[in-house]
């Protein structure tokens, strides 16, 4: 049987439209290399802290970012070093001194730790206390005093930016 004339131009057709366009793979190369130059550039300026649903952070409009420093994380019921449990909020509470020892020790032990790493001497290796914002002032006031007896000489919290209202 003899095909119609329009059923050779559909089959004319469908078989110049299935011809396999050549890819330009140049351009594509040159996006993707600008794409990792950008990330590599701006990935350096990044300091994630550790997250934790147990800590709420309270806002604030402060402008400069978080640097690498030793963590020690105020949940409501635990105090964590770089994420090792140093003692429970009720035992802190019920310790009468004004610092914990505990913590004091598992801060200088990290501060040797850094030293040995880093070899740099100076004002004191770095802390950032990650509290949770419902704990109580009288436990950050004992951490802070804690840490500052175990010679750091800067102490930085932890805060969620918020956006600031008018600008």
């Known amino acids: 049987m003899e095909k119609s004339r329009r059923a050779r131009r559909m089959q004319q057709h469908h078989s110049r439209n299935r011809r396999v366009v050549p890819l330009n793979l140049v351009s594509l190369m040159d996006i993707f290399t600008i794409l990792v130059f950008f990330l590599l550039v ?3 300026h990044v ?3 550790p997250s934790t649903r147990a800590i709420a952070l309270p806002e604030s409009v402060a402008e400069e970012k978080a640097r690498e420093t030793v963590v020690v994380m105020v949940t409501g019921s635990d105090i964590l070093v770089q994420g090792h449990k140093v003692a429970s909020v ?3 509470m019920a310790d009468e001194g004004p610092a914990l020892k505990s913590l004091q020790v598992a801060l200088e032990q ?3 730790r850094l030293l040995r ?5 100076g004002a ?3 802390v950032t206390i990650m509290g949770d914002r419902g704990i109580s002032y009288q436990l950050l006031k004992k951490v802070m005093l804690s840490c500052t007896l175990a010679k750091y000489g800067k102490v930085s919290l932890a805060v969620m930016q918020k956006p600031v209202e008018g600008a």
Request: hydrophobic content about 35%; cysteine-free; proline content about 5%.
């Open 124 to 126: 004191g290796p770095e």
């Open 110 to 112: 990290q501060a040797a």
């Open 90 to 92: 009720a035992e802190a």
């Open 117 to 121: 790493k880093t070899g740099a001497s």
């Open 42 to 44: 701006n990935s350096s």
């Open 47 to 49: 300091e994630v802290l």
